[in-house]
């Protein structure tokens, strides 16, 4: 009983050599990734949604971009479009497609054709014409798109020929291209979208994802696995690992058990206060990147005590920044003074710090008629994200802070869809939240947070419209000359801090855990997790 | 007799589902929110939908109609939809629920397995070193709590040894399409090369959540088991028996095992709800994908109708299952039939 009790446990005679004794073992299994992610898709279509999470599991796994962004420079780089051209006003852009690209072929979908304009105009026509078959389809929510206000931007998007396709703009926008670029404008299939139309099925081209991307979509268990496979004819060439497989473990200390013993290959979001400690293994390594992100307390400004800035003033002085860097962040992060990230072109290096001072928020909120205080929410995030990794410690440090000047804070969580889902429909009172940019343009701080389009499409979480601000960000979109762009993005940042819709905390380097086997998962600075270029050593 | 008897048990169990249906049917009253919302599980509603929607599911009409409604529309495998997927609760409940009763039957089979003779042995060696270890460990066993037992084997078999993994049902690089929903079938049914290995990986995952889960139940049946044949060899018959010279095996074989081994049938029915309960937390613990870590979420996520439902098939099975040992523990005890 026991020897068969043992042999079950260590197959051939050790579990760490694990291929060395299964010869049997089909290459999909062996050359098969396991990457474990905190949390579940929303979504298998980047276009529908904002969340860091669901942008890692999807989106560069499944699709392609016309652009990519060089992760060392933050310049833009020929993806599915090979070439790109704009007119003398600025307003018109050319684009040319990158032949042969091949679709994914399963067991749901097998394509005829290969990539063309069709599938290009398919992917903004369907975001931006109402009356496309697929605009309402699961709600009519593309948020990353209504954020930075791309219905008016785009006016047409036009298929000049099988090959080259036109976008025909409103006005001038320097952070077009950009945009073109993050993760959310991946390309979809317009054949595919039709034979769903045939079906009657339209909305499973958001569940059943096909793309051009390195990997195709099998199987995905709710709260348990994303599965997929290799794309065997994938334009940028052999794609290594066989078989990718998204282990979505929610819990943190799971997540690390399941990195030593070997049942992730790779690991979203290691704690801080275990890197050391996992560091010293041999058998994992640790990578970090400095990364454009940026984690915030954002207040609703529509709900009073919160409409009034000298309530929000008072509430920022009142934290104490350095004690929240040390617990919570563990030193792995700097503070940070505004939205964007010093390493930002477009950065403010001279603008203030704000200071921890409760004396000054207690006369602040004298002023603002609260000299006893008030009682409110603070909303922490339920998962760990890179810009903050522990919404919850954070909150709490927060209450004690408050509680100083006579502000009583309670603290709130939901299961993360529920929560996000409540605050777009701004419930809170004030919620400990961040962003994680997805390209290098500053605009992608400013306007998917704090513009009135923001507001309306619900990811602006200080429910705060300003329009002396709107006109700030949207005037330096209409200049391609930096110098200028940059003097209205120090305007806005100085705005920014005399209005305090929001307390901008920390920017977090970005960390992730693996296994030493596995090779080429970098982080990319912008956006998303790409597994294209892993592979396994045996 | 026996007809007499079965006809009054089913009228029992009748009463018993009535009962839990009423529950089951005012949470969606009792819960926060629309009523509309928790009985259709729509987040959103339309207005024009509205209208329909109401009646539809008889909310204009009295509670005993909007009762009726909803049973009918409960044994029309129409539970509502999950607040969180949008897709029905029934369809989830089917996904996730074979993964806990496969989980609780290796357990209970293991409890067997180890308990009874376990128990017999402590029995009949009641004063031996062997006996009172068995008493010993099973108290130890039985005080200790699930979810720090469960700790101390990860820590040791998985974070110290490496030897088993920490959660889930198999490697998740292994590709095996569901038909059944119990792995072990699942695998044999599936066309896959690799079935052996397949196999033993799945084996290799169930063992510690099986061996926590089948602690509590283990503990109970040795004790249990032990008791009843103390008792029942203090019984007159037996010593008649060894007196006209059947052998000590015969004796215990034939006249105590049948007799002590009654009362542990009764107990099984007794512990199922514990069981359960404990193979939730096991769940929760191992990352098991059953019903109990899918209830868990749903009450985190302030989902209402899978809570509902979820509570209306746990707390079925559990009636079940006791109905069905208590007819078993009648059939093999003609003196229980009589009362």
Not at chain 1, 334 to 350: E, G, I, M, R
Not at chain 2, 140 to 150: G, T
Request: proline content about 6%; hydrophobic content about 45%; glycine content about 4%.
């Amino acid at each position: 009983m026991i020897k068969a009790l043992l042999s079950l446990m260590v197959p051939c005679g050790s579990v760490l050599i694990l291929s060395a004794c299964q010869p049997d073992i089909p290459e999909t299994i062996q050359q098969g990734m396991v990457y474990c992610s905190e949390g579940s898709p929303e979504s298998f279509n980047p276009q529908r949604v904002t969340s860091g999470t669901t942008i890692d599991a999807i989106s560069q796994q499944l699709y392609d971009r016309l652009l990519d962004i060089d992760p060392a420079s933050g310049e833009l780089l020929p993806a599915l479009a090979t070439q790109w051209r704009l007119s003398d006003d600025g307003k018109t852009y050319w684009f040319t497609l990158r032949p042969d690209v091949q679709f994914h072929h399963t067991a749901f979908f097998s394509p005829s054709r290969t990539l063309n304009a069709k599938d290009v105009t398919f992917t903004f026509n369907r975001i931006t014409q109402t009356d496309h078959p697929y605009h309402a389809t699961g709600g009519a929510v593309y948020p990353y798109f209504q954020s930075v206000d791309w219905g008016s931007l785009v006016k047409a998007v036009v298929a000049e020929n099988s090959n080259t396709v036109r976008f025909e703009l409103s006005r001038p926008d320097s952070s077009f291209l950009s945009n073109l670029a993050t993760d959310f404008a991946a390309i979809l299939s317009a054949e595919y979208a039709e034979q769903l139309l045939q079906q009657n099925q339209p909305e499973l081209l958001d569940q059943r994802p096909i793309g051009t991307g390195p990997f195709f979509f099998k199987e995905y268990k709710k709260n348990q696995f994303i599965r997929y496979y290799r794309h065997p004819e994938y334009w940028r060439g052999k794609v290594e690992l066989t078989q990718l497989v998204f282990d979505l473990v929610p819990d943190n200390a799971k997540r690390m058990a399941k990195l030593l013993t070997h049942e992730c290959d790779v690991v979203a979001y290691p704690r801080n206060a275990e890197l050391k400690l996992i560091a010293e293994r041999p058998d994992v390594e640790v990578q970090s990147q400095i990364s454009m992100n940026v984690g915030f307390w954002a207040f609703n400004t529509q709900k009073p005590p919160f409409d009034n800035v000298l309530v929000r003033k008072a509430l920022a002085y009142a934290i104490n920044k350095d004690a929240i860097l040390d617990a919570v962040y563990f030193g792995y992060a700097d503070k940070a003074k505004t939205l964007l990230p010093p390493t930002s072109w477009a950065f403010y290096h001279d603008l203030p710090e704000q200071q921890y001072d409760p004396i000054k928020a207690q006369e602040l909120l004298a002023q603002a008629g609260y000299p006893k205080g008030f009682s409110m929410d603070i909303w922490a995030m339920p998962v760990q994200r890179l810009y903050n990794p522990n919404a919850l410690k954070m909150a709490e440090l927060m209450q004690a802070d408050l509680a100083k000047i006579g502000v009583k804070a309670s603290i709130v969580s939901f299961e993360w869809n529920s929560f996000r889902r409540k605050l777009s429909e701004f419930e809170h009172d004030s919620v400990l939240i961040g962003w994680a940019a997805d390209n290098a343009d500053p605009d992608n701080f400013f306007r998917p947070l704090l513009s009135c389009s923001a507001a309306e499409s619900g990811s602006n979480r200080a429910n705060w419209c300003d329009p002396n601000f709107d006109n700030l960000i949207n005037q330096a979109l209409l200049t391609a000359d930096i110098k200028q762009r940059r003097s209205f993005y120090l305007t806005a940042q100085l705005y920014l801090d005399e209005q305090m819709p929001l307390v901008s905390i920390a920017h977090s380097k970005r960390f992730q855990a693996k296994s030493v086997k596995i090779t080429g998962v970098t982080i990319n600075p912008y956006g998303g997790i790409s597994m294209a270029a892993a592979r396994k050593s045996l | 007799m026996m007809l007499h008897y079965f006809l009054r048990r089913t009228f029992l169990i009748a009463f018993v589902f009535v009962a839990l249906t009423v529950l089951a049917f005012s949470l969606s009253y009792l819960f926060p929110g629309e009523v509309l919302n928790n009985v259709s599980g729509l987040t959103s509603i339309d207005p024009e939908q509205q209208q329909a929607l109401i009646q539809y599911y008889a909310l204009d009409q009295s509670v005993i109609m909007q009762y009726l409604g909803y049973v009918h529309r409960i044994l029309a495998g129409e539970w509502g939809l999950s607040f969180s997927s949008q897709q029905p609760v029934l369809a989830e409940i089917i996904a996730v629920f074979p993964a806990t009763l496969e989980l609780a039957s290796y357990a209970l089979i293991l409890s067997f397995v180890l308990g009874i003779p376990l128990g017999l042995f402590a029995a009949v060696k009641a004063d031996s070193f062997f006996g009172k270890l068995i008493s010993g460990i099973t108290l130890v066993a039985y005080s200790i709590p699930i979810f720090w037992w469960a700790l101390l084997l990860i820590m040791l078999f998985s974070l110290t040894l490496g030897l088993l993994p920490t959660a889930g049902r198999i490697n998740v690089l292994f590709d095996i399409p569901t038909t059944t929903g119990f792995m072990l079938p699942d695998i044999w049914l599936s066309d896959i090369p690799y079935k052996s290995e397949a196999t033993q990986d799945a084996l290799r995952h169930l063992l510690l959540p099986a061996i926590v889960l089948a602690t509590y139940p283990t503990t109970v049946m040795i004790r249990f088991t032990r008791d009843s044949m103390l008792a029942v060899l203090e019984q007159s018959y037996i010593k008649t028996a060894r007196a006209k010279g059947l052998s000590r095996a015969q004796v215990l074989y034939h006249h105590g095992l049948r007799n002590a081994l009654l009362p542990v049938i009764r107990q099984i029915g007794l512990q199922f709800s514990t069981l359960i309960t404990l193979a939730m937390i096991t769940e929760v613990i191992f990352s098991w994908p059953g019903i109990g870590q899918w209830l868990l979420d749903s009450i985190y996520q302030r989902n209402y109708p899978a809570i509902q439902g979820g509570l209306l098939v746990v707390s079925c099975l559990v009636i079940v299952v006791n109905m069905l040992t208590e007819i078993l523990h009648t059939l093999f005890n003609p003196l229980a039939r009589k009362a």
